[in-house]
């Protein structure tokens, strides 16, 4: 039998600091008029959004309810809407260094890390020691893959606050990028140590564990499962570790579970028809699978394959080569796909 390459197909991790979109960003109001005005930029008006607007209406000279409001922009994804209140408060006191740090948050939300970086230096200028301040800087380096800087940022940062477990897995995050795996896990261990429900850890512990085929994964991803049950990435990384380390049972079991939280999730139902395939031959239940998976994404080239595959094994050539050929249309230099079709050709020329 012809072994089958098995594509990995890691469910995205992110890292919620470094999630943002490239936009223009926002140009300064300068009116009390603007002030009240901003308030007409949320299409539904929540209850909560009601009564901020009518305590700023009521004492538009108080920088922290602008504070609040712009919060709530942020948490609702109205950033634009955000900077203009925080802009406000600024005005009203320009020396509050948490003003600027929250400023950095929304533009970095907008994708402009320039007016990020001046905001924290704002901050910086105003409290050289600020910890929020010298953690988004950490955090902005990262972002701009300017690790030196980013772990001396963190440095200097835990020589003032040596219980900082944010600044640990920042820290972390970049050794990781830049391949330093022990180091790594010492400054993820740090962050949990610290922080006990500190989910990231947890996440990215596992999954350097994982990547070592070392069973210290599962403990790791199980406490990141606990502390966010309802998160599907520990679960799914849980599963790979016990697929790639053959441990079949359990990795069907686990993507079993996933599917119970979330039926469509296509990865899950890849990696059990895969499994049926390769290692419980059940073809019937793969091509089931695998079904599953294209009807969800018609463009997913190696599920038509796998398809395609157990089909053949099964003895359905005529299924087989339709898939085959539509893993071509998807991509017409898959070379298991062509060999595919070659097997069929020549098994068509023999029985002639």
């Known amino acids: 039998m012809k072994k089958l390459h098995f594509i990995k197909r890691h469910y995205p991790i992110i890292l919620v600091m470094i999630a943002i979109s490239w936009m223009a960003s926002c140009s300064q ?8 005005a901003s308030t007409e930029n949320v299409a ?37 809407s955000a ?33 990020c970086r001046e905001s924290i230096d ?46 640990y897995f920042i820290r972390g995050y970049g050794l990781m990028e830049k391949g330093d795996t022990s180091a790594s896990i010492t400054d993820f261990k740090a962050a949990a140590d ?4 500190y989910y990231d850890a947890y996440l990215q512990l596992g999954m350097i564990y994982s990547a ?23 679960y799914y990384q849980l599963a790979l570790f016990y697929q790639e380390n053959d441990q079949i049972e359990k990795a069907v079991s686990s993507y079993q579970t996933i599917l119970d939280k979330e039926h469509d999730f296509i990865y899950a139902l890849y990696n059990l028809g895969y499994i049926n395939l390769v290692y419980l ?21 190696e599920a038509w394959y796998n398809r395609g595959w157990s089909y053949e094994l099964m003895g359905n050539d005529d299924l087989a080569r339709k898939d085959y050929n539509k893993t071509l249309e998807i991509k017409s230099n898959f070379r298991l796909a062509i060999d595919g079709l070659n097997r069929l050709d020549n098994k068509t020329g ?3």
């Open 83 to 115: 900077i203009r209140d925080i802009l406000f408060a600024i005005d009203i006191n320009k020396h509050e260094p948490s003003h600027f740090v929250l400023l950095s948050d929304a533009y970095l939300v907008l994708g402009n890390p320039d007016k």
């Open 281 to 301: 031959k059940d073809f019937s239940k793969a091509t089931e699978y695998f079904t599953k998976v294209v009807g969800i994404d018609p463009t997913y080239a």
């Open 212 to 234: 070592k085929h070392n069973p210290l994964a599962v403990d790791y991803l199980n406490t990141a499962i606990k502390i966010r049950p309802g998160i599907i990435q520990p």
């Open 122 to 167: 704002k901050a910086l200028a105003i409290d050289p020691t600020n910890k929020q301040a010298l953690l988004k800087l950490g955090m902005l380096y990262l972002y701009m893959k300017n690790y030196d800087d980013s772990f001396k940022t963190i440095g200097k940062l835990l020589q003032i606050d040596q219980i900082n477990p944010e600044a």
């Open 29 to 36: 109001p300068t009116n009390t008029n603007e002030k009240k």
């Open 44 to 80: 539904v008006v929540s209850e909560e959004l009601k009564s901020l607007n009518k305590k700023i209406l009521e004492n538009d000279n108080n920088d922290a309810l602008y504070i609040e409001r712009a919060k709530y922009y942020l948490d609702n994804q109205l950033a634009d």
């Open 194 to 197: 610290q922080d006990q429900k």
């Open 350 to 352: 023999n029985q002639n």
